[in-house]
């Protein structure tokens, strides 16, 4: 399985980053994220200084985001929306992009639940939840999770 070091992903946006704006051909996964670096700008300037950046810490309790994170979590969304996966992800997601209008604002919204799922696995411990994660994309769009649990169990006795 692969499992890159923070210092190889890191160098992957860097290389990334600096692949493009020299406009070297990119692989797929390469031009995926471009897409996303495109779309958060204020990150440009960090991705621009491997040298300052490379090793940084970004302390969520100081009010910090780390953007390395942030942009993985788009990756991680856009790979779930390709496969449908958890199913049904794809459906919430243009829900969300209706409601938003934005497909970034959208890709928020997926993402603060994405983060939920994996703070409550942490602090409970065992694996990613994907009813957390589901229920919490329903909750944005205002939809009562316990109302899907009642159809789902409706259908079974059916």
């Known amino acids: 399985m692969f499992a890159p070091s923070r210092q190889d992903a890191r160098r992957f946006f860097f290389d990334t980053w ?6 070297h051909p990119l692989s797929d996964l390469e031009k995926l994220l471009a897409s996303v670096i495109a779309a958060h700008p204020e990150y440009h300037a960090i991705l621009s200084r ?10 969520p309790e100081q009010g910090e985001t780390n953007p390395f994170m942030h942009m993985s979590m788009h990756l991680a969304v856009e790979e779930q929306l390709s496969i449908d996966q958890p199913f049904g992800i794809r459906t919430l997601y243009q829900q969300l992009l ?5 497909e970034h604002d959208a890709q928020h919204e997926v993402i603060d639940c994405l983060g939920e799922m ?5 602090r409970y411990g065992g694996g990613p939840d994907v009813n957390v994660y589901l229920s919490c994309i329903r909750g944005k769009l205002g939809q009562d ?3 899907e649990r009642r159809l789902n169990l409706k259908d079974m006795d059916d």
């Open 50 to 59: 491997p040298e300052q950046y490379g090793e940084r810490e970004w302390l």
């Open 18 to 23: 600096q692949k493009q704006q020299a406009g």
């Open 98 to 102: 209706a409601k938003t209008g934005s």
């Open 145 to 147: 999770p316990e109302d």
């Open 118 to 122: 994996i703070w409550q696995a942490q």
